[in-house]
C-alpha cells in the first residue's frame, strides 16, 4: 500500500495546504464503466483508492491518491446517457437556451469532452453551424446524424498544444472532475482563447454542494479526482484568467454551471462566490453510507432481491463503497451496449429492462432521482410494480 497522503498536501486548485476529511476507500475499479465482457475479467479489473482531502483556503475537494496512469479513457469507455428521453431532453433544452443566449445560430462550438458528440449535435439541431469536439473516448461511428450543421469529432484529448480555430462558445461538461491539475487545465483553455476575450464560456460538472448536503456517496469514486463546490470554480476560473458572469445549478441541483469569459487583461474576477467551510464536512456522507449499509443487511436477513437501475459510475461506486452480500442480483440498463456485460471488481451482470420479466426480485434502486418518472413509466410498460427506492 502506498503511504499515505500528507496533511500538507497541497490543493491542485489554489495550492493552499489540504486537509484530510476522514472518507478513505481501497480497492476501487479506475475505471467504473468500461464495458467487460467477461465476468472474471470484471472482477479482475485494476483498483486504486481514494482519499477525500479538502481546501479550507477555496473549498476544492480531491483525491491525493489519484494516479492519472491507471485510468483510460478510450474506445472501451462507454459514458453516454443518452438513450434516455430525459436525458435527450435535458440536452436538447440546454442547447436551444445557450444557441438564445449566446447568438450561436450560424456559429461554431467546441466541446472539450464531448462523448461521442450528442451535445454537440443538440447544437446543431438548434441552429449550430459547426460542432467540433475533442474526447479520447470517442468513437465516430457512435456519433449522432445531424439533419443541418457539421460535426468534426477528435478522438484525442484537448492539450495544452491544441490549437483552436475561432470559435463562438467554448463548453466543456462533465469533463473537469476527471482532471487532476485543474489549474494548468483551465489555464491552458485560457492560454488557447488568446485575445478572444468575446468569447463566452461553459463549463457543466457535479456540484460538491449536493454531494455533501445529501450524503451522496454514491457519486464519489475513482475517475472523479477532483470536486468543486461555486466558490472552488469561481475562484479556480478568476485565478486563470476568466471573468465570471455567474454559476449556479441545474438537473435537480447535480450540475453546476459555469459561464465566464476570458479577462481582458487575464486578472479575472470570481463575482463574489463566498466559500461556505460547511461544505468540507462528510458527516451526512457517512451517515447515509451507514444507513444504505444496514438496508443491505435487512435484505440478506430477510432474503429480499434487489435490482439497481443505473449501470453507471454510481452502481459501481454503491456496490464497491459498502457490502451488499448477494442481495444485488443485477444491474438494469437501458444502454444497448451495455447489455451482457459486468460491472468491475462486483461482477454484476447488466441487461436490458425487459429482461426483469423473467427475474424474480423485490425491489429497484433507482441510482438516479432525475429519471424516476422515465423509470417508473418503463416498469409499469413491462406490467411490474416493485418496491422502487430513490438515490436522489
Known amino acids: ?84 428521453g430525459t436525458y435527450r431532453r435535458f440536452l436538447a433544452e440546454q442547447a436551444e437556451a445557450l444557441v438564445a443566449e449566446y447568438g450561436l445560430a450560424g456559429g461554431t462550438v467546441l466541446e472539450i469532452g464531448c462523448g461521442q458528440g450528442e451535445f454537440l449535435a443538440a447544437l446543431c439541431e438548434a441552429g449550430v453551424a459547426r460542432g467540433i469536439g475533442y474526447d479520447p473516448a470517442a468513437m465516430r461511428e457512435r456519433c449522432p446524424a445531424v439533419e443541418q450543421g457539421e460535426l468534426i469529432i477528435h478522438d484525442q484529448a484537448f492539450t495544452g498544444d491544441t490549437v483552436l480555430p475561432p470559435v463562438d462558445l467554448v463548453c466543456c461538461r462533465n469533463t473537469l472532475e ?49 470536486y468543486f463546490t461555486r466558490a472552488s470554480l469561481t475562484g479556480l476560473f478568476a485565478r486563470a484568467g476568466f471573468v465570471v458572469e455567474r454559476c449556479g445549478t441545474i ?43 444496514q438496508h443491505f443487511d435487512t435484505c440478506r436477513r430477510n432474503g429480499t432481491r434487489t435490482v439497481l437501475w443505473g449501470g453507471g459510475s454510481k452502481a459501481v461506486a454503491l456496490l464497491t463503497s459498502l457490502d451488499a452480500g448477494g442481495t444485488v442480483l443485477a444491474a438494469v440498463d437501458i444502454n444497448p451496449h451495455k447489455h451482457g456485460t459486468f460491472l468491475p471488481v462486483t461482477g454484476h451482470p447488466v441487461i436490458a429492462p425487459a429482461a426483469l420479466t423473467d427475474l424474480a426480485f423485490d425491489e429497484v434502486l433507482l441510482m438516479n432521482g432525475a429519471y424516476r418518472e422515465e423509470v417508473a413509466a418503463q416498469l409499469a410498460a413491462l406490467g411490474l410494480d416493485p418496491v422502487m427506492r430513490v438515490f436522489d
Open 1 to 84: 500500500m502506498n503511504s499515505l497522503p500528507s496533511h500538507n498536501t497541497p490543493c491542485p486548485a489554489c495550492e493552499h495546504p489540504g486537509d484530510d476529511l476522514g472518507y478513505w476507500l481501497y480497492g476501487l475499479p479506475v475505471n467504473s464503466v468500461r464495458l467487460h465482457h467477461d465476468r472474471d475479467a470484471a472482477r479482475g479489473v485494476p483498483t486504486g483508492d481514494l482519499a477525500l482531502f479538502g481546501c479550507p483556503a477555496c473549498g476544492f475537494v480531491w483525491n491525493p491518491r489519484f494516479d492519472p496512469a491507471l485510468v483510460a479513457y478510450d474506445a472501451g469507455y462507454e459514458s453516454t446517457q443518452s438513450f434516455s
Open 251 to 293: 438537473f435537480n441541483g447535480q450540475y453546476l454551471d459555469l459561464r465566464a469569459r476570458p479577462g481582458q487583461t487575464g486578472a479575472g474576477t470570481a463575482g463574489g462566490t463566498a466559500l461556505d467551510i460547511n461544505v468540507l464536512d462528510i458527516a451526512a456522507i457517512l451517515d447515509q453510507g451507514q444507513f444504505w449499509q
Open 178 to 226: 476527471h482532471i487532476p491539475y485543474v489549474a494548468g487545465f483551465v489555464r491552458a483553455i485560457r492560454r488557447a482563447l488568446g485575445d478572444s476575450t468575446d468569447v463566452p464560456v461553459f463549463f457543466q460538472l457535479p456540484s460538491w454542494e449536493r454531494v455533501a448536503a445529501t450524503g451522496a456517496f454514491w457519486d464519489v469514486y475513482y475517475e472523479h479526482c477532483s
